[in-house]
């Protein structure tokens, strides 16, 4: 009788020993996933062209669609020691690029740019693994603004 007492004891403390490991596996996933959630903007490429500009990609989380991004592309100017934005265009359509491909590794296919003034820009991303990049985009910076090229 004693060894039936034992082994029923020993079942249910595992068993409980199992829902406690479980419950706290929950808890942890939880707190694990919404410290670890991707930030609302990501910074993608960035370059400074001679000491007059300097161009940056951010890819923009979508508000709408979890998997949907913009990319906008920031145009500043260098004037007493500071950058000041002094232009932004969208880079394709709003929401128009998956934000995981935008965000992660590879996702710059081309991002080129000459020190001149008017300075070309040309843009092309990736549109996830299996699609590929994009065509490219072609900007032109003059003055400090961002015109299509």
Not at 14 to 25: E, K, R
Not at 78 to 93: I, L, N, P, Y
Not at 116 to 141: D, F, K, M, Q, R
Request: with cysteine.
């Amino acid at each position: 009788m004693s060894f039936v007492r034992t082994h029923v004891r020993g079942v249910a403390t595992a068993a409980c020993t199992l829902l406690m490991a479980i419950g706290l596996g929950a808890a942890d996933a939880g707190a694990s996933d919404a410290g670890t959630a991707a930030p609302r903007t990501r910074l993608i490429a960035s370059s400074v062209l001679g000491g007059d500009y300097k161009v940056t990609l951010t890819a923009v989380r979508s508000t709408q669609d979890p998997y949907a991004a913009s990319v906008r592309l920031r145009v500043y100017t260098h004037a007493k020691g500071v950058w000041k934005e002094s232009d932004r265009v969208t880079v394709g359509d709003v929401d128009g690029w998956f934000w995981y491909p935008l965000t992660g590794s590879g996702a710059v296919c081309a991002f080129s740019a000459a020190s001149t003034e008017p300075a070309p820009l040309t843009v092309s991303l990736l549109i996830t693994p299996s699609i590929g990049c994009s065509g490219p985009a072609h900007y032109v910076v003059k003055q400090g603004r961002v015109f299509a090229g």
